[in-house]
């Protein structure tokens, strides 16, 4: 790693920073990181750095309670979203911010930060995605349940749809189709469907240790369900094996079809990405999704156990999407060099 020059810093071997970037993700997301450690050296590190942000984000919401109060933590994602405005040269106005000397100095002293900068100058990614991100995380700090599908949408959009728009230059081909209106909307979505797999594979955790539920109040109504319900189910079955009711089974597909179409917008767009990273991201889109299947084989139990694809599956499905790449490169490569 050559030696690179920031605001806040100087001239400095970024070498450990991006170790430090690395050791999260790996130890964070262990399915990410393999799906990604594929990629060149300078785009792995640079998503590295960037999942480092959100994990940092979402780490300082999960915390609160146990290791902090939610004051001290609104303080923090106020300096985070400061320390992220002086990358582009302006600043939040806060009194948490103040002047570079509280909340955003401390978030610049952590180890991955000089990689994040990095890339965030290197790779020209746009701030939006970022500052989607800490606004999603706000959400999560004053949770509320979640009333209708728009609204669960709207909140996969911050939290997950923003990482794909954060991705999206490091991942693209060339600097125009990270501009793509379009080439943004499928890795939008694609965060949105994942985030979707989350929540579905969540739901025991999400309410026992956190008492959040983001299945929308209307859907939950219609199936003849309420929060209270999930909640007895929840903790039935982690006294033992349990048979999930029906009308959550119900409710539970219902959301499963609402994701399934957030995820078809990759593959259409699959040309649009570096040639070294179409399989990462065809691989981490239809092995996330197969997470779906696993829930449904382990009788839709999402409450005492995390589902899991396992090896001979996403070994499948890695073949899957290489056929798919070299489906996809055969019919749209034509297309493209006449259109450019």
Known sequence: MTAAKTEDTGPLNLAPSYR???????????????????????????VAAVYAFCRYADDLVDDTGRRRPQAETEKLLDGLESAVLSLYGSQKKTAAAGNGTGTDREVRNELWWPAFSDTVHRFAIPKDGFL???????????FRDIRTGDELIEYCRLVAGSVGLMLAPVLADKAQAAQDGRFLCACENLGIGMQITNILRDVGEDILTRNRLYLPQNMMSRHNLTKHDIKNIADTSLKGNIEVPSNFRALWEQLAMLGNGFYTDCEKYLMYFQSS?????????????????????????CFSKRCASSKLTKFKLIIKAKKIIRQTERLQAPKILKDG
């Open 132 to 142: 989607a991100q800490i606004r999603g995380q706000r959400l999560d700090l004053h």
């Open 277 to 301: 990273c179409r399989l990462s991201v065809a691989a981490a889109s239809l092995i996330y999704h197969s997470i779906e299947d696993e829930v449904r084989k382990n009788g839709y139990n």
């Open 20 to 46: 430090a970037a690395e050791a999260v993700i790996k130890d964070r997301a262990k399915s990410f990181y393999r799906a990604f450690s594929r990629l060149s050296e300078e785009r792995f590190n640079a």
